[in-house]
């Protein structure tokens, strides 16, 4: 009987030192979720690979587009005035989702005119992402062959393109909450 006492302490003793290594473990995740957020942030200011990598770089003019809003509007390249934003995202993105919020706050102190979301509705339904961005921006639905998206070399998801002067890129921002104060609405 006491060796079964000893051997049910010792398995006890062992749970619990478990136990404790599974919460420091879980700690350090957390801590390195931080750190990758925070780095995360400070690449998304840096500079893209622009003409030998993907996706839009400052400086690049972004090619010719024509597309349909959501509500009937059309958008081409000429529309979008100095300072507009363009937001791609992506209904089945993660990281779109994250994005939303943020984006969203933003978005409702600019001018609609100058904000345009461009929602990649390939692999999941967007009809949440068109109803809480509509209030706030135009928005153009894309499907698998998106003319907008190809028209920015938007290669990824979430991305927040600055419109400079003669339809330019002027920043290539991946956080809202990076995003430029811009004209009041």
């Keep these: 009987m006491p060796v079964l006492i000893v051997a049910v302490a010792l398995v006890g003793a062992l749970c619990l030192l478990n136990l404790l290594f599974a919460l420091g473990v879980i700690r350090r995740l957390r801590e390195q979720t931080k750190l990758i957020d925070a780095l995360y942030e400070v690449v998304g200011d840096m500079p893209d690979a622009g003409a030998g990598g993907s996706g839009p770089a400052a400086g690049d003019t972004v090619a010719d587009f024509r597309a349909t ?9 000429d529309d979008l005035a100095a300072a507009s934003v363009v937001a791609f995202l992506a209904a089945d993105c993660k990281g779109c989702h994250e994005q939303l ?22 692999g999941a339904d967007p009809r949440s992402f068109v109803e809480q961005l509509s209030p706030v921006a135009r928005v153009v639905l894309e499907g698998a062959k998106p003319a907008v998206a190809r028209a920015f070399k938007v290669t990824s998801y979430p991305q927040f393109v600055v419109v400079g002067p003669g339809a330019t890129v002027a ?11 811009g004209a009041p609405a």
Aim: aromatic share 4%.
């Design 101 to 122: 919020p943020g984006f969203l706050a933003w978005a409702r102190d600019q001018d609609r005119g100058r904000v345009l979301a461009v929602v990649n509705a390939d």
């Design 171 to 181: 920043e290539v921002i991946h956080a809202a909450s990076r995003l430029p104060v």
């Design 69 to 77: 809003t959501t509500a009937g509007e059309l958008v081409a390249r």
